[in-house]
C-alpha cells in the first residue's frame, strides 16, 4: 500500500514537471498550428544551457531557469521570423517536414558541440528527501514540480489578462480580423514560437535536475509531448496538466505492475487508443 | 528530352545498376543494398503519403514487422527465405490494414502523429516478446552472398516502382489522388475513400515489409532498435518528398542523390551525415517544397525564379 | 412512382444547435426546385443530408422509393450529385482529370475505362463550355470557370439528382445568364434539380416551386411568384416591419 502511494507520488510529481514540458508545444499548436517537432530539442537544449551555467559558473538550476529560457526564446524567434515565416502559407505538412529537419539539425549539432556522453547535474540539495505521508520525495523533484505549476499558472494568467497575450488569442482566433485592429502577426507568430522554445528550455532546465542528459533525449521527449497534449486536450492550459500528471501516473503505475520496459508501450498505446478514440482528449469535446 | 532518349537512359542505367555486383568494388555493393532498400521505402511512403496526402511517420513498423516476421518463420520454424518473406509481409499487411481502418479516419496532424506514437508503441512491444528475442534480438541464418541480396533488393525496387507506375495510370490512383486534393469531393463524386485509402496503407506496408525482410537476412542479426529505426521514417519522407512526391521516378532520384551525398560527406564524421540530412530537409522544404520532379519539370520555364517563387507563395 | 425525393419529417440536431426542424418536401421527376432562405436556415445542411455528408438525427429521406441510409459515396454512385459552395477543384490536376475523375467513380463509372472516361469527361466540358481549357490546370482557373467545372463533374457523374448549393454566387449578370441555360439543358434531360440560391433572378427563371427555410423549419412552399410574396417569407428575409 506505502509503495502503491509512492509510486503515485513519483507519478504526479514527474506528471507536473510533464506537464511544463507539453505547455510549450501545446502554446505554439493552439495559437499557430504548428506542430513543432523540434519541441524536444529544445528541451534539451535548455537542458544543456543549465547544466555548462552548473557545472562552469555554479549557478544553481533554479537561478539559471531564467537565463535558459531567455536563450531558447532567441533560438525560437529567430527560427521562427526567418525560416518558419517563409513556409507558414504551405500545407500544414510542410512545417511538420521542417520543424523535423530542425531537429535533426540541432540533436546533430549539440552531438558535435557536446558529444554523447550522458550528464549530470548535482546541486548540493541534490540527495535530500522529505517523507510524506511515508513515500519519500526527493527535494528536487517536489521544487521541480512546484515550479512547473507556477510557471503553467504565469502562462495561463498571461493569454487571460497581459496585453501580449490576449493579442495572441486574438490572433490565433482570427488571423484577419486581429490583422484588422492592428496586430502585427508575424511579430506575434514570432513571440509565440519563442514562447514555446522558452517554455521548453524551462521544462529542460528543470529536466536536468530529475533525469541525465544527452543530445539525443529530444526524439522521445517530443512524442511525450504530443502525448500529453492530446491526452489532455488543447482547449486550455489546464489540459497539458491534466495530460502531464495523467501520463506520469501511468508510467510509475506500469513501471511497477508490468515492469520498466513497458512504460513506452503504455503512454503511447494509450496515445494512439485517445487520437482514436476520442481526438479531443480527456478534457475536451466530443466531436 | 525525347522520349526515346528517355527510354534509351532509363534502361541503360537499369542495365548496369544490374551489373554492379560484378563491375564494382564491394563496399559499392553494400552502398548500392543499402540504397536500393531506402529507394523502395521512399517509392511505399509515395503512395501513401505522396498519391493519397496521408502522410505517414509510420513506415518504420512495417519495415520492422517484415523483417522480424521473416527472421521469426526461418529461425522458429525452419522455413525458407521466400515463405519467411511472404510470412513477413502477411504479417505487416494484417496489421496495416487492421490499424489502417482506425487511423486513416484521423486527418491531417493527428494522422501524422499517430503514425508517429505506433513507431514508438510497435517497436516498444516487440523488445517485450520473447519470440523476437526481447531487447537481444535474433540471429538468423548465415548467408555471405551480397550479389543475390542486391539483386533482390534492385528486383524489389523495380517491382514497387513497376506497381506505382501502374497505380498512377489506373482508376485506383486517381481515385488517390482525388482523395489527396479533396477527400470530401472525392467521397461526393464516388469515391470508396475508405476502402482505397486503406488499400494504399497496406500496399505501401507490403513494400517495406519485403524491403525489411530482404534486409533481416542480409545484415544476419537483427535487434528491436535497428529493425524499428525511426530514423528511416526521415529519410524515407524527406526522399521521397526531395524527389517528388506523387512522381513515379522522383523518390529513387531522391534516395541515390541524397544517399550518394551522405556517403561522401561522413567520411569524416558520422553526425555530419545526420546534420546534413536536416539542413537538406530546411532547404529542401523551403526552396522547392514539391520536389526534384517539380524542379525538373518548371526550371526550364523559370530558372532561379523557381526558387524565389516558391517561397513568395508561401510567405505570410 | 413521380417523386424522386421524398424527405420526411427531417431533424437535424448539431450538439446545442438544431439546424433543421421537421422538413418534409417532396421533388417530382424532372423537377427544378428552388430552396431559399436567410443565411443559417438550413439550406445546405438539408443539402449534406440528401448527399449523405451528414445523418439526420430524425426523419428519413427517401430517394427514388427507397430510404437513404448508405455512405456519401454509395448515394453518388446511386445517381445523386452534388456542388460545394466553396468550389475547390482537385487543384493539381487538369479540368479534364477533374471532370474525368467523376466519370469514373460516379454512377455508370465502374464500367468505364481510363480512355472513355477521358473522352466522356471531353463531352461535358464542351457542354458548359470549358472546352478550350481542359488541360489547363484547375487552379488556375478562375471564379466563373471554376462554377463551370463543378457543373461538368456533376454532369460526368449522369445523375438522376443534382444538388446545387449557391451556384450563381460571386458571377455577374451575364455570366448568370449563361449559367441558367446550362442548367435549363441539364433539366431538358432529364435530371432533377435542387438549387439553393440566393440570386432570386435565377430562382425566378429557373424553378417549377421554391421552398422557403427559415430557423430550419419549412415555411412556404410553391410556386415562385405566390411564395415569395408571402408575408411570412417576406418577414423572414427583411424582419416584422417590412412585412
Known sequence: MVLLWQVLANGILLGGLYALMALGLALVWGVLNIVNLAHGAFIMLGAYVCYYLFTVFHVDPFAALP????????????????????????PMFNTLLLTFGFEVVLTNLAQMIFSADYRTINPSYAGANFNLFGATIPLARILAFTTGLLLTSCLWFFLLKARLGRAIRATAQNLIAARLYGVETRKIYAITFGLGAALAGAAGDLYGLVSQINPYIGGSLTAK??????????????????????????ESLTALYLGPTYTDVASFGILVLVLVLRPTGLLGRTA | MNPSLRWFALFGTLAILVAVPWIAPA???????????????AQSWSIIGGYTGYASFGGSVFYGLGSYGTAIAMIEYHLPFGVGLILGALVAVTFAVLIG?????????????????LAQVVPAIVSNLDIAGRNIGLILPLLRNDALFYESALGLLVITTLSIWYISRSRFGFGLMAIRENEDAAAAMGVNTTLYKTLAFAIAALFSALSGGIHAYWITYIDPGGEFDITLNVKMIIMAVFGGPGSVLGPIAGAFLLSGVSEILSFKISSVASLFFGLVIVIAVVLMPRGLADLWHRYKKLGLHYFSENIRENRV | MNLILEASNLVKRFQGLVALKHVSFGLMRGEIMGLVGPNGAGKTTLINLISGSLNPTNGEIIFEGNILQQPAFRRARLGIARTFQIAKPFSGMSALENVAIAALFGSEGQQRTMHHARQFAQQWLDFVGLAHRSSMRADSLGGPDRKRLELAKSLAMKPKLLLLDEVMAGLNQTEIDEVITIIKKMRDQGISILVVEHVMKAIHALCDRVLVLHHGQNIAIGKPSQVLNEPAVVEAYLGKKHA
Open chain 1, 67 to 90: 537565463a535558459a529560457m531567455v536563450v531558447l526564446f532567441v533560438v525560437g524567434y529567430s527560427l521562427q521570423r526567418n525560416v518558419l515565416n517563409l513556409i507558414i502559407r504551405a
Open chain 1, 225 to 250: 509531448s504530443f502525448a500529453i497534449c492530446i491526452i489532455g486536450g488543447l482547449q486550455n492550459p489546464l489540459g497539458v496538466v491534466v495530460g502531464g500528471i495523467f501520463l506520469g501516473v501511468v
Open chain 2, 27 to 41: 563496399t559499392w555493393v553494400q552502398f548500392g543494398i543499402s540504397t536500393l532498400m531506402l529507394a523502395t521505402l
Open chain 2, 101 to 117: 481502418l482506425p487511423v486513416l479516419r484521423l486527418r491531417g496532424h493527428y494522422f501524422a502523429i499517430a503514425t508517429l506514437a
